[in-house]
């Protein structure tokens, strides 16, 4: 059973830090900043890609640095993204970072992780999750193919609208679920294929 519970992050307000400056880092890097390319990162790695330094190179916010990861790379960190290809090295950063009580996603290694990267359907504003609890991230990869796909293109005029309703209904919180519960209800039966 998957008992993950799903959070999306605000990581423009966070500092993270990535260690490691390979093929996984950058795909690490990548994932961040899709999501989020106002992010804080610090990279640390002996060897940095020139993908990765083509890719930081007009962000500001983003500071590679060129040596070995150090403990004092935690410092001033909310989350960190370890992306070595040093086993030993990932489990001692792991273990340093919880003991600063940091949230930690080692690549490839789900058991020394606080939390997975998604794969990720954006439609507009309308962003959703998906996980396998790290079992197969390709399957859910094939999956976010298949809604992207099945997701209507106009979902952001919808939920434009549907803002607006809700900015526009009076009443207390209790009111305004029943009444965008009763509007969405009826959009999705009008959206349902038929029988």
């Known amino acids: 059973m998957n008992t993950l519970f799903p959070v999306f992050l605000k990581l423009e307000k966070l500092h993270s830090l990535v260690v ?9 890097l990548t994932a961040i900043l899709a999501n989020a390319p106002e992010s804080a ?4 790695a002996p060897e940095i890609r020139a993908d990765i330094l083509e890719l930081i190179h007009s962000k500001p916010q983003i500071r590679a640095v060129k040596r070995a990861f150090q403990p004092e790379d935690l410092d001033g960190k909310d989350l960190v993204f370890v992306a070595t290809n040093v086993p030993g090295l990932n489990r001692e950063i792991k273990g340093m970072a919880s003991e600063r009580h940091l949230l930690v996603n080692v690549a490839d290694t789900p058991d020394l992780c606080d939390f997975y990267l998604s794969s990720i359907v954006r439609k507009g504003n309308l962003k959703l999750a998906i996980s396998t609890n790290g079992l197969s991230p390709t399957l859910a990869k094939r999956l976010r193919e ?3 796909d099945a997701l209507p293109d106009n979902l952001e005029t919808a939920m434009q609208q549907l803002n607006a309703v809700r900015e526009y209904l009076k009443g207390d919180f209790a009111q305004k679920v029943e009444e965008l519960n009763a ?6 039966k009008k959206n349902a294929p038929k029988e």
């Open 20 to 28: 490691g400056g390979g093929y996984v880092a950058h795909e690490k």
């Open 146 to 148: 298949v809604l992207t």
């Open 183 to 188: 509007i969405t209800e009826n959009l999705v």
């Open 41 to 44: 990162i610090t990279l640390v």
